[in-house]
Nanobody, 125 residues
Framework: QVRLVESGGGLVQAGGSLRLSCTASGRIVSTYCMGWFRQAPGKEREFVAAISRTYNTYYVDSAKARFTISKDNAKNTVYLQMNNLKPEDTAVYYC???????????????????WGQGTQVTVSS
């Protein structure tokens, strides 16, 4: 069973930066599509970014210029570097993984089979 553990969340002022990490059990980072989603109170869980096993990256438009997804296969870890954070980025951020996703499905949360417990990111104005 795939286990994903997120870390790196916290409280930051607007304009600040955070780096989230997602460490996976087993060697899945090298072979799975890995995604980051977020969910703000009262809102649907939404796609933020994803990285394929071949290092193709995908972003929601609001994150393209500020966030960077990367991975370290040797450490079984995926990262989300978030810069110039805004109050509207406040949410619980979740890591997700699936072995079968293709490019046009990476933003669909229902396509991911494994999820972490989430890490809270709070951006103050």
């Amino acid at each position: 069973q795939v286990r994903l553990v997120e870390s790196g969340g916290g409280l930051v002022q607007a304009g600040g930066s955070l780096r989230l990490s997602c460490t996976a059990s087993g060697r899945i980072v090298s072979t799975y599509c890995m995604g980051w989603f977020r969910q703000a109170p009262g809102k649907e869980r939404e796609f933020v970014a994803a990285i394929s096993r071949t290092y193709n990256t995908y972003y929601v438009d609001s994150a393209k210029a500020r966030f960077t997804i990367s991975k370290d296969n040797a450490k079984n870890t995926v990262y989300l570097q978030m810069n110039n954070l805004k109050p509207e980025d406040t949410a619980v951020y979740y890591c997700a993984a699936d072995p079968w996703l293709i490019a046009d499905k990476v933003a669909d949360k229902d396509e991911y089979g494994a999820w972490g417990q989430g890490t809270q990111v709070t951006v103050s104005s």
